[in-house]
């Protein structure tokens, strides 16, 4: 089993619809969550970090159940810019020496279309 | 603000040729990693630094070497290129910023061995 799950998508939705990602990890010690950002051919970037009581920027929602080990990523309204590859990442904890253990999705593929 | 910087954004290499990968940060961050992204693979560790002066292997090390040469600066170098080391490479440091943990990257080097 991978270390951190999700579906690849493509997820072909039309403009100003609601669209939802699911991401599973198997570690149940990892401790915190976050979703990034890749569009084509260009590097990840921090889309939003996840809390355990969800939390919510502007028309992107995440939420976490850590019982099921699953994340969650939530797009409403959706707009042709949000076009892109969703990165599901998990901390699964230290490193020897230090840093942090950052495990990456394989990612999910969103198409915004007209 | 520069971030992290990354060079060549591009390469193609014959087979048992060497290169090192520049990587450059900022922010102060500690810790640096170097990570290849292929399709279908995510994003997988090969090297990472905790801090000046350490480096430890990740889940993808073989054929590759690398140095801490200070805080900033973290390059990667593939000894005799293969074929299978065509990738795209990503460098990234990663701190605490404004209560948000995050990782950031450069802009990535596509590699190809022939």
């Known amino acids: 089993r991978k270390e951190v799950e999700q579906d690849p998508g493509p997820f072909n939705v039309p403009e100003g619809a609601t669209v939802a990602f699911n991401c599973t990890y198997s570690n149940s010690a990892s401790q915190s969550f976050f979703w990034y950002r890749q569009d084509c051919r260009k590097e990840p970037k921090l889309l939003m970090s996840?809390?355990?009581s969800g939390n919510e920027d502007g028309r992107f929602t995440a939420q976490l159940n850590r019982a099921s080990q699953y994340i969650s990523l939530l797009i409403r309204d959706s707009k042709l810019s949000d076009s892109a590859t969703y990165l599901c990442?998990?901390?699964?904890?230290?490193?020897?020496?230090?840093?942090?253990?950052?495990?990456f999705g394989t990612g999910t593929q969103l198409k915004v279309e007209l | 603000n520069a971030g992290v910087t990354q060079t060549p954004k591009f390469q193609v290499l014959k087979t048992g040729q060497s290169m090192t990968l520049q990587c450059a940060q900022d922010?102060?961050?500690?810790?640096m990693y170097w990570y290849r992204q292929d399709p279908g693979m995510g994003l997988r560790l090969i090297y990472y630094s905790a801090s000046e002066g350490t480096t430890d292997k990740g889940e993808v090390p073989n054929g590759y070497n690398v140095s801490r040469l200070n805080k900033r600066e973290f390059s990667l170098r593939l000894e005799s290129a293969a074929p299978s080391q065509t990738s795209v490479y990503f460098c990234?440091?990663?701190?605490?910023?404004?209560?948000?943990?995050?990782?950031?990257f450069g802009q990535g080097t596509r590699l190809t061995v022939v």
């Open positions: 990234a440091s990663s701190g605490w910023t404004g209560g948000t943990y995050e990782a950031f």
């Open positions: 922010m102060n961050h500690n810790s």
């Open positions: 996840v809390y355990s």
């Open positions: 990442v998990v901390n699964m904890g230290i490193l020897t020496g230090g840093g942090n253990k950052l495990t």
